[in-house]
């Protein structure tokens, strides 16, 4: 199993400005990946962070206002740049050692966007 | 990616069995069918997965008949603390690079 922590577990900004989110995974991981997920809705696959290479990003996501980093097995960041209010959602990182196995969840960070 | 659908939400009280099924008509013969739960406040945990037949453990078993276009989530006398929302997976995860492609999932709520 792996343990996640996700730093702030909250934060609210101002319009215009960026917020950068850290994952901390407590043992080496293969995978680690970015989601988003709305109150009351369910979750969306932001990109896939990738060591030492470039993020690769779903549909409706882009590196410009998502950038994401991964430096090694065990951590990555996600930042939210020029933030607006419709970005106001919670923001989960997850990670697994391989495809088909389980995935493990950080607690997510809640952005409020004022 | 094959579509899940699921109720959106259901009822039940302590100490009953609880089956939720997803349909998944389209699912490809390399899919795996995985479920997730989601507590408030918490991120997703890996509840069950399987392939065809029935898979048990400790927390649930995952039914799903030969065509396998469904499958059906058992929890068995659920308590209050079992009140979450539970996302039915279904993908090659092998060839998708892992990535989980969540539907909307069922809001399970178990009042005393």
């Known amino acids: 199993s792996a343990v996640i922590s996700q730093k702030p577990s909250r934060d609210i900004c101002q319009r215009g400005t960026s917020l950068t989110i850290q994952c901390q995974v407590d043992s080496q991981v293969t995978m680690m990946f970015w989601y988003r997920q709305q109150p009351g809705q369910s979750l969306t696959l932001i990109a896939t962070?990738?060591?030492?290479?470039?993020?690769?990003?779903e549909s409706g996501f882009v590196i410009d206002k998502f950038p994401i980093s991964r430096p090694n097995l065990t951590f990555s960041t996600l930042t939210v740049s020029n933030m607006s209010p419709e970005d106001s959602s919670i923001y989960l990182c997850s990670a697994g050692q391989a495809p088909g196995n389980e995935q493990f969840f950080g607690p997510g960070t809640r952005l409020t966007v004022l | 990616l094959a579509k899940t659908t699921q109720p959106i939400s259901m009822d039940s009280y302590e100490g009953q069995e609880v089956n939720i099924t997803c349909s998944h008509n389209n699912i490809a013969t390399n899919d795996y069918i995985t479920w997730y739960q989601q507590f408030p406040s918490q991120g997703p945990r890996f509840i069950i997965q399987?392939?065809?037949t029935k898979v048990t453990n400790e927390v649930a078993s995952l039914f799903i008949p030969a065509d396998r276009k469904s499958s059906t989530l058992s929890l068995p006398r659920v308590s209050l603390s079992d009140t979450a929302v539970y996302y039915c997976l279904v993908g090659g995860f092998y060839n998708q690079g892992g990535k989980l492609i969540f539907g909307q999932g069922t809001e399970l709520s178990v009042k005393p």
């Open positions: 962070a990738n060591q030492g290479s470039e993020a690769t990003y």
């Open positions: 399987g392939y065809k």
